[in-house]
T-cell receptor
Framework: EAGVAQSPRYKIIEKRQSVAFWCNPI?????LYWYQQILGQGPKLLIQ????????DSQLPKDRFSAERLKGVDSTLKIQPAKLEDSAVYLC???????????FGPGTRLTVT | AQKITQTQPGMFVQEKEAVTLDCTYD???????LFWYKQPSSGEMIFLIY??????QNATEGRYSLNFQKARKSANLVISASQLGDSAMYFC???????????FGAGTTVTVRA
């Protein structure tokens, strides 16, 4: 069974530029999560989708971050415009239903200069 | 609000020895779940073990065991017979009863020496 796929693995941009990350969850998993992991810290949930609906985006900085999960499968997370403090690893995870164990992808390491 | 505390930023362990990673948590909910994840340098979070708050026995998964002390609100991870491949960052996480969100601790870096 294929795991959670993410791309790109690495991205370097200048502040005020835009960037997008892509995630393809494990086939059949209804729930998809985006986490932000700043160096030296544990991951922090940004947004959770149940199928194609948003369950929780309370910690998503909505003035610059957006995410969508069209058709309830893959998802895109966008930052526009990026700030220096957005430098982090962005992890995507999926689970069969809320409350189950979450399976993580390899992450996208973003560096904003 | 849920809070996870991992007080050991880094630990060294000799190959084939056991190591205990500390985790304490704070919640007012009687029902919750505790997780441990491993994050190697490649960046992927790997699920290791799960303990439910109502589970009577401590969870075990191969070389991993969870020392669950509910009254003390601690959920320490024990890795037995350490291997070089165990060198990684380890995170403790908690989920509440109606809360799908995982709250993570700051992590502990484990380095296994040959």
């Amino acid at each position: 069974e294929a795991g959670v796929a993410q791309s790109p693995r690495y991205k370097i941009i200048e502040k005020r530029q835009s960037v997008a990350f892509w995630c393809n969850p494990i086939s059949g998993h209804a729930t998809l999560y985006w986490y932000q992991q700043i160096l030296g810290q544990g991951p922090k949930l940004l947004i959770q989708f149940q199928n194609n609906g948003v369950v929780d985006d309370s910690q998503l900085p909505k003035d610059r971050f957006s995410a969508e999960r069209l058709k309830g499968v893959d998802s895109t997370l966008k930052i526009q415009p990026a700030k220096l403090e957005d430098s982090a690893v962005y992890l995507c995870a999926s689970s069969p239903w809320t409350g189950n164990e979450q399976y993580f992808g390899p992450g996208t390491r973003l560096t904003v200069t | 609000a849920q809070k996870i505390t991992q007080t050991q930023p880094g630990m060294f362990v000799q190959e084939k020895e056991a190591v205990t990673l500390d985790c304490t948590y704070d919640t007012s909910d009687p029902s919750y779940g505790l997780f441990w994840y491993k994050q190697p340098s490649s960046g992927e979070m790997i699920f290791l073990i799960y303990q439910g708050s109502y589970d009577q026995q401590n969870a075990t998964e191969g070389r991993y065991s969870l020392n669950f002390q509910k009254a003390r609100k601690s959920a320490n991870l024990v890795i037995s017979a350490s291997q070089l491949g165990d060198s990684a960052m380890y995170f403790c996480a908690m989920r509440g009863p109606d809360d799908y969100k995982l709250s993570f601790g700051a992590g502990t870096t484990v380095t296994v020496r040959a």
